[in-house]
């Protein structure tokens, strides 16, 4: 017996030859072909229903988008998904800049961490030496 290439259906045997009449329809294969075929499409309604249920609505995603902070729960926002930047002449990922950044202001403040106070202001260094 033959099946179809895509739902394993029992189809009629063409006769040997040229001219020779198909077998005549099953009523059993015409019944285990249909159950096979609305299988099918429950299976398919369901995935349609799990991936309704999964979708964000344009007005959720129009809110994600315009939102100040965005949420990512998940984690899924990471500097490899958002890509080297490049800030003047040095690239890198997020993480790479700030860290050059920081580096960049401990080295002028001549302080150990990048956000504490200088042991002077570019202010008080003039106006010292322009007294001088």
Known sequence: MRRSKFYNM????????EGEANDAADIEDLT??????????ERQR????????????????SQHKAADVL????DSVT???IGPRTV???SGTLQTLLTAIGN????VAGTGTWNGAPATTLAAA???MDSG
């Open 88 to 90: 003047l002449t040095t």
């Open 32 to 41: 285990y072909d249909l159950g096979i075929i609305d299988a099918e499409m």
């Open 104 to 107: 960049a202001i401990r080295a």
């Open 46 to 61: 369901l995935e349609d229903v799990r991936l309704e249920k999964e979708k964000a609505t344009k007005l959720e995603l």
């Open 71 to 74: 949420d990512h729960p998940d």
């Open 126 to 128: 003039k106006a010292h």
């Open 79 to 81: 500097d490899a998904k």
């Open 10 to 17: 029992r189809l009629p045997e063409r006769g040997a030859r």
